[in-house]
């Protein structure tokens, strides 16, 4: 069965970095693209960056410059490194995969920006 498991969350001064793993399982890890979303309180849920398979990355205007998205193959982990954060990148941070036409979401892991 399809899992991914998100970790790396806390609490962060504004400027400051973090970095999200989502570790993957249930499926060819290496085959799928594989998504990050996040979600504040009260606000829709939220695309943040993609890589496909072969590696190349997209990225939400809000982050782009300051997220990177990477995997590890060999791992079946996505990571999503965030640099120079801002309040408003407080949120729940959840990935994702599209599996046989199904979305697959991890539980989440909250990340708090806060001085």
């Known amino acids: 069965q399809v899992q991914l498991v998100e970790s790396g969350g806390g609490l962060v001064q504004p400027g400051g970095s973090l970095r999200l793993s989502c570790a993957a399982s249930?499926?060819?890890?290496?085959?799928?693209?594989m998504t990050w979303y996040r979600q504040a309180p009260g606000k829709e849920r939220e695309w943040v960056a993609r890589?496909?398979?072969?590696?190349?990355?997209y990225y939400a205007d809000s982050v782009k410059g300051r997220f990177t998205i990477s995997r590890d193959n060999a791992k079946s982990t996505v990571y999503l490194q965030m640099d120079s954060l801002k309040f408003e990148d407080t949120a729940v941070y959840y990935c994702?995969?599209?599996?046989?036409?199904?979305?697959?979401w991890g539980k989440g892991t909250l990340v708090t920006v806060s001085s």
């Open positions: 994702k995969v599209i599996f046989y036409g199904k979305d697959y």
């Open positions: 249930g499926f060819t890890f290496s085959s799928y693209a």
């Open positions: 890589i496909d398979s072969p590696g190349t990355t």
